[in-house]
């Protein structure tokens, strides 16, 4: 017993470094266990009191620069909403002629981020909506210019949004000009790659990615990037294709969720 | 024993602020440098290997949580590593050379900092080189150079190391 003790206390050290070691691996392995995500819900909650009036600091510097940016950004919008109008106006027209209904809108709510991740490279955000704001786990977050990312984990007032540049994070997608689809994933800064895209499909520069529909979490058409690369001289039978989002990743300050999604059924 | 516990989980608490927010502001193309990692180094050198295992483990786990990472557990897994390995320097810096003491420190910093990113990317489809050339080798930079930056600003009594 006494030999016991003596050898316990003589490796104690790395005893409690293989202790933590294993502790640290059932942690990476639990990630998707309710019971963590629930834990990280309420310490999210406790990390986001203490944040977010830190990074309204941040933003008062900002101010002026935003202030001008915003007033910019609403003459463009004014101008887009006008041509949109036109084009609801035209899409129901055409619906009506298909005898299509459009049953339900795009409800999203606005967001704010106030925690970028403290990790070297930003790969998921918290906003500050939770489960009392009818935030749910996979919903679609997403900004004016494109998706964004996905709700991985909800506290009460708080919400980990994983982002399109997470290494694991995977969207289904299609190119608006030719319908051909794909998996966009993360490849590094603001590019991503577009996998699984036969050879024997038209996919060419400047072509706009959009999501397919196929996922349950993302609508159809939410615009994700542009092609800055189509080749077909890779061996295999895919293509290699290289998208630059248009969401700036760096950049990112307020978000949308999208909490409802748009259903388009076909009227009997 | 017990004021030092609090006094290091005081300091931790604040280094874990200006982690989520100083980092931020100061950081180059995404890469921000580690300051959680400078302060595991200093307690694991100046505690032992058993202060270091177990801050490393505590604030490497709240770095994840507060960075709301997408895998909770590789932080305190790095953390943990990385003052275990400085804790083998306490109580020597009298006897060993400060170039030799300040090498160690850097391959630590590079130890911890590519661990970090070989476990986070493993299963990613991002090639070795590109990962290395874009990721490791700038926040190892990073980390390195704030820290040494910080060797020169704050005084460290090593009488007392």
Not at chain 2, 7 to 34: E, F, H, M, S, V
Not at chain 2, 119 to 144: E, H, V, W
């Amino acid at each position: 017993m006494s030999f016991l003790h003596d050898i316990l206390y003589r490796f104690r050290e790395y005893i409690l470094l293989i202790f933590t070691v294993l502790i640290s691996f059932v942690l990476i392995f639990s990630n998707d266990n309710p019971q963590v995500n629930a834990f990280r819900g309420k310490m999210l909650d406790a990390f986001s009191f203490v944040q977010e009036p830190l990074l309204e600091l941040e933003r008062l510097g900002n101010l002026q620069e935003e202030n001008l940016l915003l007033h910019q950004r609403i003459v463009e919008l004014s101008i887009q909403v006008q041509q949109q109008k036109e084009a609801v106006l035209e899409n129901q027209r055409l619906r009506k002629l298909l005898r299509f209904q459009n049953e339900s809108k795009l409800d999203v709510k606005p967001a704010k981020i106030v925690n970028r991740g403290s990790s070297s490279l930003v790969n998921s955000v918290t906003i500050n909506l939770g489960s009392d704001d009818g935030i749910k786990e996979n919903q679609a977050v997403v900004v004016s210019e494109g998706v964004v990312g996905k709700v991985i984990s909800v506290g009460e007032s708080s919400a980990i949004v994983q982002l399109l540049t997470d290494v694991n994070f995977r969207l289904s997608v299609k190119t608006r000009r030719t319908r051909a689809n794909g998996i966009v994933v993360w490849q590094y800064e603001n590019l991503c790659t577009m996998d699984n895209v036969p050879k024997t499909l038209d996919v060419q520069v400047g072509d706009t990615v959009i999501t397919s529909g196929y996922s349950d979490i993302f609508p159809e058409g939410l615009r994700v990037g542009r092609v800055t690369q189509a080749s077909n001289d890779v061996p295999g039978y895919h293509k290699r294709i290289r998208v630059e989002t248009f969401v700036n990743f760096n950049e990112l300050e307020e978000v949308f969720v999208i909490v409802q999604r748009p259903r388009i059924e076909q009227a009997s | 024993m017990i004021r030092r516990i609090l006094q290091y989980t005081g300091i931790g608490i604040l280094i874990l602020l200006l982690q989520l927010t100083l980092a931020n502001w100061i950081r180059i193309a995404g890469i921000k440098p580690d300051f959680v990692m400078l302060l595991i180094l200093y307690i694991g050198y100046r505690e032992g290997k058993t202060a270091g295992i177990l801050f490393g483990f505590v604030f490497g786990l709240l770095q994840d949580i507060a960075a709301a990472s997408a895998f909770v557990g590789v932080s305190p897994l790095i953390k943990s590593i990385v003052g275990f390995g400085a804790g083998f320097l306490q109580g020597k810096f009298r006897m060993v050379n400060p170039f030799i003491l300040y090498g160690i420190g850097v391959l630590l910093i590079f130890l911890g900092t590519f661990l970090y990113f070989g476990i986070y990317y493993a299963a990613s489809p991002i090639a070795f080189g590109t990962m290395l050339q874009r990721l490791i080798l700038p926040s190892f930079i990073y980390t390195l150079v704030v820290g040494s930056l910080l060797l020169f600003i704050v005084p460290i009594d090593v009488e007392r190391l």
